[in-house]
């Protein structure tokens, strides 16, 4: 439920800055200055505070601007990158590694492309035991297992990730090295319970 604006009686809007949609009211009581301050539509102040003088509001809504604008450029800047073409191609292998209590960790191999988004689908993968109830793992590629299904490539971190599921994500996997045309992953730990 909005938490609706309440502006105090007494209370007049002094100030509006039009990029950041900042409003300042302001009061005179008791011989000081009480002013508070809201973004955009929020309901709640973003500060209220009581000042000696004009010039300490104008230094803490020149503040508030500043952070508001540097926050608004940083968001910005990750939605850029987040929305980034990816640079996934397809034969690529992804690594997830997830699990509560146990890790586990499935592969996928890229079989289409879009500008946002790529076709996966999970491939095979060799395992040995090399310990109780765990072990290492490679894939296997081109040997695929279940349906093909399309999923959004996000490049917030300045290199391509995709979420699987709410508790999955994607990575890729880059071989080590090429021996006979056949692509040498490297071994990774994965435990299971019985």
Known sequence: ?????????????????????????????????????????????????????????????????????????????????????????????????????????????????TRNSVALCEVAQNTIETGFMSGECTPVPNSFIGKVFNRKVSMASGSPSVKITNSEWAYPEQPLMEVNGQQMFKPRYFSYYA
Request: proline residues 3%; positive net charge.
């Open 1 to 113: 439920m909005k938490t609706e604006r309440h502006i105090p009686t007494g209370y007049s809007l002094v100030y509006i800055h039009e990029g950041t949609q900042l409003l300042v009211y302001q009061k005179e009581f008791g011989g000081k200055l009480h002013a508070m301050a809201f973004k955009g539509k929020a309901g709640k102040p973003t500060w209220w505070h009581m000042f000696r003088n004009q010039g300490e509001i104008q230094k803490k809504i020149e503040e508030t601007v500043s952070g508001l604008e540097a926050w608004e450029a940083k968001k910005l800047e990750r939605r850029a990158k987040q929305h980034a073409p990816h640079t996934l191609k397809v034969g690529e292998i992804l690594r997830s590694s997830w699990g509560w209590e146990q890790t586990n960790v499935q592969y996928y191999q890229v079989v289409g492309v």
